[in-house]
């Protein structure tokens, strides 16, 4: 008679997915300190941390709010506004904001580009949306400055460039500059339709400098609907000095928000990913997505921007405070949003929900959204939401645990800074199951106090804790321990320890 094969039972640690969320490769090929789904939880170092929290700033808007606007003077006074439906508000201070007081009623459009602009005579905010005059803020009122050449309603992008204010005209082809240093007067036109060669309009426009700083050498860089960068030299386009430097081809750029400064480079938001100009403009065909600074999230932006790529909403924003760069995307039905979100230390990516997110701005260091609903939220250092709990999920990529056997998967144990106490439960997904985790997000951890509980008598400040093992349930060849639960403080996953049982082959 047949003698049974003896089970091996063994121990494995693996790390937390600090290699953050793989939205790109196959979940065969992912590497085991990667994450299939990392959502609330940022990448680094270290482990992931559970990111931080946003409060109510100002309500009382009364419409979806799709512009938020900072007036960065000189000499310090930093302002907020916001438009949302035909009004445009400041937003500053917090609180409830008078809706039969706006700074400007009976706007035609409440999408605003905007800038700031410094010369002699002060600091301007200058904001156009193509269906309104421009609009100008000079640290104490509003005005219409007066354009000529062109009509100021037509003009729907405003980008300074050596000392120049330069506007597209919506739906053409038109570039219009002010005089140097000017804030009005008379415009000129530069009419850039002969160097596309795919037709289409102009849609956005940025400085790039190649060397990291500010001066000459910066070039204009204009965008077109089709995905045709153009680049010009020079300081004055009325002289012999300004030249085409060149017209390159890259994907369509989403929207009129999609050039961003990334560190001493500028990145534009296509409908490919996200793509830095220093690399990208050499590059051709299936070499410009290897390139995007969201390769590792390819996959989810593609298919985003499949179901959503015509929605309001999509902006690139980068928050120095937290060493965060946020990509705002706009969900199917347009009013809900999530976030895709690299470190910007580890260049390592995760998902953020829960912030219905139609337009950002910075205010000083501080990050600040609208919603469709007519307020305004600013990002905190705590672990709320508008006062809840921060909701989180993660699921590791799937190992092997260094054989190709079946597995019988019978305990977890997590190594985590949280407050003291913590012990969330594991679930153990096998052989790539992606079905929604079943561990209610209220389950108590030992110690009798419902995890995320605010610091009580027997919570206290993070520390380093190792939790109690426990059991879960799984059978298969590859297996990931799924982390999903909410939190009102702290937490940093580090690692997990799984037990398991080894059984024959397939």
Known sequence: MARRAQSLAQIVTLPAPKGGWNARDPMPAMKNDQAVILINMVPGPGGVDLRNGSAV??????????????????????????????????????????????????????FFIHTMFANSGGSFLTACNGFDPVQQYDGTDWTEPSITGVDSEDLWFVHPHARRLWFIEKNSTRLWYLEADAIQGAAGELDVGSALSLGGHLMAMASWTRDGGSGPDDLLVVASSKGELILYSGIDPDTADWAKVGTFRIPPPIGRRCFIKFGADLAIVTSQGVLPLSSVLAAQGSEINSRAITNFVEGAFNQAYIVGGQLIGWQAVEYARKQLFIVNVPKVNGLDFEQYVMNSATKRWCKFTGWPASCWALMGDKLYFGTPDGRILVLTDDYLDDGQPIQFDALPAFYD??????????????????????????????????????????????????????????????VVS????????????????RLRGVSRSAVKWHQTTILFEVGGPF
């Open 57 to 110: 700033h100002a309500t009382g808007l009364g419409a979806r709010v799709n512009s938020l606007m900072e007036y960065a003077g000189a000499g310090g006074g930093d302002k907020l506004f916001a438009a949302a439906g035909v009004k445009l508000f400041e937003v500053s201070s917090a609180g409830a904001v008078d809706p039969d007081n706006p700074v400007i009623g009976d706007l035609a459009s409440d």
């Open 466 to 481: 190792v939790s109690s093992f426990q059991s879960i349930v799984g059978y298969g060849v590859v297996g990931s321990p």
């Open 401 to 462: 645990y260094g054989n190709a056997n079946q597995k019988f998967f019978k305990q977890a144990r997590g190594l985590f800074t949280a407050a003291q106490g913590t012990d969330p439960p594991f679930e153990m997904k096998v052989d790539y199951d992606l079905s929604p985790a079943t561990v209610s997000q209220g389950d108590i951890p030992q110690g009798g106090s419902p995890w995320g509980s605010p610091w009580g008598s027997s919570w206290g400040p993070p």
